[in-house]
């Protein structure tokens, strides 16, 4: 992709243009599928588990590094109309989740089988330690990059597309940033867990403390790579 687009000024094409020359694509790294699009959802949804029941996570249930349901199915009930039929796309782990709506990366981890609802992606990977991409994914500089050459309808209502994820640029780091990165990611989904659980604000807010801090060190080694 050449960084054509005629909104860049000078000194961000060649920017974007460095960011591309010193990456892989992502679509090389991973494979992607999209979440199952449910015909009358609501009326097949349950709020209790049964025995055969799994999660069900829908788009609105997820944040950076968090995720939390409160719906649950049996797949063998499910009228799936469109996006991913096959069971083992949604129940094979580890895994990332990335929210399609927004103009800004929303990208979580999963290492529970869950059922995964049409605005959310899929992604796996034996190629890249998952944790490393869940901290890149989820930088400044990632959803700056895509905002600015990638997302489409921005006025109206921004979505991510999957073509446009495959084309996220991902730079190979050293083992020390990349254990650092993967470090971070990992205390930031205990962190957010944890702030989830908390009552008193004292603790709510010094669970903030902390994630500020580590995702400023993720943004600040992610700046230092590309």
């Given at each position: 992709?050449?960084?054509?687009?005629?909104?860049?000024?000078?000194?961000?094409?060649?920017?974007?243009?460095?960011?591309?020359?010193?990456?892989?694509?992502?679509?090389?790294?991973?494979?992607?599928?999209?979440?199952?699009?449910?015909?009358?959802?609501?009326?097949?949804?349950?709020?209790?588990?049964?025995?055969?029941?799994?999660?069900?996570?829908?788009?609105?249930?997820?944040?950076?590094?968090?995720?939390?349901?409160?719906?649950?199915?049996?797949?063998?009930?499910?009228?799936?109309?469109?996006?991913?039929?096959?069971?083992?796309?949604?129940?094979?782990?580890?895994?990332?989740?990335?929210?399609?709506?927004?103009?800004?990366?929303?990208?979580?981890?999963?290492d529970k089988q869950e059922l995964?609802?049409?605005?959310?992606?899929?992604?796996?990977?034996?190629?890249?330690?998952?944790?490393?991409?869940?901290?890149?994914?989820?930088?400044?500089?990632l959803s700056f990059y895509l905002s600015k050459?990638?997302?489409?309808?921005?006025?109206?209502?921004?979505?991510?597309?999957?073509?446009?994820?495959?084309?996220?640029?991902?730079?190979?780091?050293?083992?020390?940033?990349?254990?650092?990165?993967?470090?971070?990611?990992?205390?930031?989904?205990?962190?957010?867990?944890?702030?989830?659980?908390?009552?008193?604000?004292?603790?709510?807010?010094?669970?903030?403390?902390?994630?500020?801090?580590?995702?400023?060190?993720?943004?600040?080694?992610?700046?230092?790579?590309?």
């Amino acid at each position: 992709i050449e960084p054509s687009d005629v909104s860049l000024d000078d000194s961000s094409k060649k920017f974007f243009k460095k960011i591309l020359n010193s990456s892989k694509l992502m679509g090389e790294l991973v494979e992607m599928s999209k979440g199952m699009v449910v015909k009358n959802r609501n009326d097949i949804l349950t709020q209790t588990p049964t025995k055969k029941s799994l999660p069900f996570l829908l788009g609105n249930c997820m944040t950076r590094y968090s995720y939390h349901y409160n719906k649950y199915a049996e797949y063998e009930k499910l009228d799936i109309i469109g996006g991913t039929r096959d069971l083992s796309k949604h129940t094979t782990i580890p895994r990332l989740l990335i929210r399609r709506t927004g103009s800004n990366l929303c990208v979580t981890y999963s290492d529970k089988q869950e059922l995964i609802e049409s605005t959310i992606y899929i992604l796996r990977s034996e190629k890249i330690n998952l944790k490393f991409l869940l901290g890149l994914l989820n930088s400044k500089l990632l959803s700056f990059y895509l905002s600015k050459r990638l997302v489409t309808n921005q006025q109206g209502f921004p979505q991510v597309l999957m073509g446009q994820l495959e084309q996220l640029p991902i730079i190979s780091a050293n083992e020390k940033n990349k254990n650092e990165i993967a470090k971070l990611a990992d205390q930031l989904l205990k962190l957010n867990e944890e702030k989830t659980n908390a009552k008193l604000q004292t603790k709510i807010e010094q669970m903030d403390s902390k994630i500020n801090y580590c995702e400023s060190r993720i943004n600040e080694i992610v700046y230092q790579l590309y």
